[in-house]
């Protein structure tokens, strides 16, 4: 793993990726065509019926391949160097895959869109035992008024095949939740027979309701290939800010931000995420760095 001050170098990530881009204060990311621009790629209402009855979409073919090659080679070429996956989100073209997903984000959350400073990349390894997170919800509060008025949406995009053998998603779909006497609090409260599968191939988005109650697998030893994916969350800027500090989708943190960002994540999901104490104090050495400079 390379030092704390040599994470703070953009030479740095580049020598590692050079096939990927970092945006400097001057130069930031350019513009990207957004899937759906020629009306061709993304038509919102053939799923909102789903969104709205279950909780979630899941959509096949909606962004261009080519493009997540790279950044799943980088991401992998990261976890080769014994670097976090989280740290993809240096690079200009993982958030260019959320910006090309703009009329995806307004049909769902109108036009006043932001993004919520939570994000996390995996590298789920089935000759490592990996597994997704435990069951959770991303956010506890209010995520959606009468059923009707969206708050907050997160989207999962694969950069490999995402599949039961190396551990997709899983759902337990809101319209079967809203029939239980109560919220569902813990796994145990879950109807097994409810649960719902997701496998995905890259090119899909998946979306859902904050408050949906979902997790990823456990890797089998027998899957062929690790579930490498991204996440990112948004929310509706009409409504109060559901954090601190909300971003521009257009116009996305530069390299020094996004560091700072970046491994602040490693601290709010260690809950969720196996972390070594040296990477936890890593990233926080990073921290302190990008404060001092």
Request: hydrophobic share 40%; net charge negative; proline share 8%.
């Amino acid at each position: 793993m390379m030092t704390a001050l040599q994470a703070c170098q953009r030479e740095s990530w580049l020598s590692i990726n050079p096939q990927l881009t970092i945006s400097t204060d001057e130069a930031r990311i350019s513009d990207v065509p957004p899937v759906g621009a020629d009306c061709d790629g993304f038509e919102g209402s053939t799923h909102s019926d789903r969104f709205w009855q279950d909780g979630y979409f899941l959509i096949d073919d909606l962004l261009p391949v080519d493009g997540l090659n790279d950044l799943r080679a980088g991401l992998e070429e990261l976890v080769t160097n014994g670097l976090p996956p989280a740290m993809i989100y240096l690079y200009d073209e993982a958030w260019q895959v959320f910006m090309r997903l703009r009329p995806l984000l307004n049909h769902f959350l109108g036009d006043r869109v932001k993004l919520l400073p939570h994000f996390w990349a995996w590298h789920v390894n089935p000759a490592e035992d990996g597994r997704g997170w435990p069951p959770h919800r991303d956010y506890q509060g209010e995520s959606v008024i009468d059923d009707d008025m969206l708050i907050s949406l997160s989207l999962w995009v694969p950069l490999s095949v995402a599949s039961p053998d190396n551990g997709c998603m899983y759902v337990l779909p809101y319209s079967f939740e809203k029939c239980y006497p109560r919220p569902v609090a813990k796994p145990e409260d879950v109807v097994l027979q409810d649960v719902r599968a997701l496998p995905a191939r890259p090119g899909s988005v998946m979306g859902w309701r904050q408050d949906l109650y979902h997790w990823g697998g456990r890797a089998s030893a027998f899957a062929t290939e690790p579930r490498i994916s991204l996440s990112l969350e948004f929310q509706n800027a009409a409504f109060d800010p559901l954090a601190d500090r909300l971003l521009d989708l257009d116009r996305p943190p530069v390299f020094r931000e996004r560091l700072e960002l970046i491994v602040q994540q490693f601290e709010k999901y260690r809950h969720m995420q196996s972390m070594d104490d040296r990477t936890l104090k890593w990233a926080k050495d990073i921290l302190g760095n990008c404060r001092e400079m």
